[in-house]
């Protein structure tokens, strides 16, 4: 980690590169004592960074500092496998990133039946974050289920009960719709167990028709059209590795995040 002194690069050009503001405005954020770097607060205008090791952030929010770094959000469809190949030739995830030049890896996975938002990165530690339940990232789905969905079973999904792989409940839940025949669900988790969403509802009784993931953490899937990808804007790659940097790397996770 750098300090103060002549060497790396002025901390004004580090952020103004970055798309954070013009040098001028910047040197107005270190006066008011906004931007912090690795955690502590800059006073100083001459103050000079190494930009590929220093943590930077500005009113508590991460900068994303390193530019080889990509960040993409896909909204997955139904029967394409969570995978960049597949060994059995189903239809994979590589048709979604060929406008990127860097080698991108889907961040957790959800089953083929499953669609809506995954998050693509060549970015390993913010990966190891995001997919394991030790941190405890949530994600929010929309389930479309069998059968009319009453309060009680909505309570018994936020109390908790007992599957064959040990205890599980939901962080929330709400009952969106109710029909004839079906009933929309929608389901806050941060557990990453395997197809848990699909075995919470049929454990109640209704089984999963079809599911959606519409949030992960602090992204959400918006008007994104079901087969299409984009980089995260800045304001989302701020969260993300804020998010990220606030994590505890000592945790060991005992779940691979699938759904």
């Given at each position: 980690?750098?300090?103060?002194?002549?060497?790396?690069?002025?901390?004004?050009?580090?952020?103004a590169?970055?798309?954070?503001a013009?040098?001028?405005v910047?040197e107005?954020y270190?006066?008011a004592?906004?931007?912090?770097?690795?955690?502590?607060?800059v006073?100083?205008?001459?103050r000079r960074?190494?930009?590929?090791n220093?943590l930077?952030?500005?009113d508590?929010?991460?900068?994303q500092?390193?530019?080889?770094?990509?960040y993409?959000?896909?909204?997955?469809?139904?029967?394409?496998?969570?995978?960049?190949?597949?060994?059995?030739?189903?239809?994979?995830?590589?048709?979604?990133?060929?406008?990127?030049?860097e080698?991108?890896?889907?961040?957790?996975?959800?089953?083929?039946?499953?669609?809506?938002l995954?998050?693509l990165?060549?970015?390993?530690?913010?990966?190891?974050v995001?997919?394991?339940?030790?941190?405890?990232?949530?994600?929010?789905?929309?389930?479309?289920v069998?059968?009319?969905?009453?309060?009680?079973?909505?309570?018994?999904?936020?109390k908790?009960?007992?599957?064959d792989?040990?205890?599980?409940k939901?962080?929330?839940?709400?009952?969106l719709?109710?029909?004839s025949?079906?009933s929309?669900v929608?389901?806050?988790?941060h557990s990453?167990r395997?197809r848990?969403?699909?075995?919470?509802?049929?454990?109640?009784?209704?089984?999963?028709?079809?599911l959606?993931?519409?949030?992960?953490?602090?992204?959400?899937?918006?008007?994104?059209?079901?087969?299409r990808?984009?980089?995260?804007?800045?304001v989302?790659?701020?969260?993300?590795l804020?998010?990220?940097?606030g994590?505890?790397?000592?945790?060991t996770?005992?779940?691979?995040e699938?759904e």
């Amino acid at each position: 980690m750098s300090d103060a002194g002549t060497d790396g690069v002025r901390l004004q050009k580090v952020l103004a590169n970055a798309g954070v503001a013009s040098r001028r405005v910047i040197e107005d954020y270190i006066v008011a004592g906004r931007i912090r770097v690795n955690g502590e607060v800059v006073s100083e205008l001459g103050r000079r960074i190494d930009p590929e090791n220093d943590l930077v952030d500005v009113d508590g929010t991460a900068v994303q500092l390193d530019q080889s770094k990509r960040y993409v959000i896909l909204n997955k469809p139904t029967g394409v496998v969570s995978s960049m190949k597949d060994d059995r030739g189903r239809p994979d995830l590589r048709r979604f990133t060929k406008e990127w030049t860097e080698r991108l890896y889907n961040v957790g996975r959800l089953d083929a039946d499953t669609s809506g938002l995954l998050v693509l990165t060549n970015d390993g530690e913010l990966a190891h974050v995001l997919a394991h339940p030790s941190f405890g990232v949530t994600k929010v789905y929309i389930a479309k289920v069998d059968g009319r969905v009453t309060p009680q079973t909505i309570s018994k999904l936020t109390k908790g009960f007992d599957l064959d792989d040990g205890f599980i409940k939901a962080d929330k839940a709400r009952l969106l719709d109710t029909g004839s025949r079906d009933s929309l669900v929608e389901l806050t988790l941060h557990s990453g167990r395997n197809r848990i969403v699909r075995r919470m509802m049929a454990e109640v009784g209704h089984p999963v028709v079809e599911l959606v993931r519409r949030q992960f953490g602090p992204l959400h899937l918006g008007t994104l059209p079901v087969g299409r990808a984009r980089e995260l804007t800045k304001v989302e790659r701020g969260a993300l590795l804020t998010l990220s940097r606030g994590a505890s790397a000592s945790d060991t996770p005992e779940h691979q995040e699938t759904e």
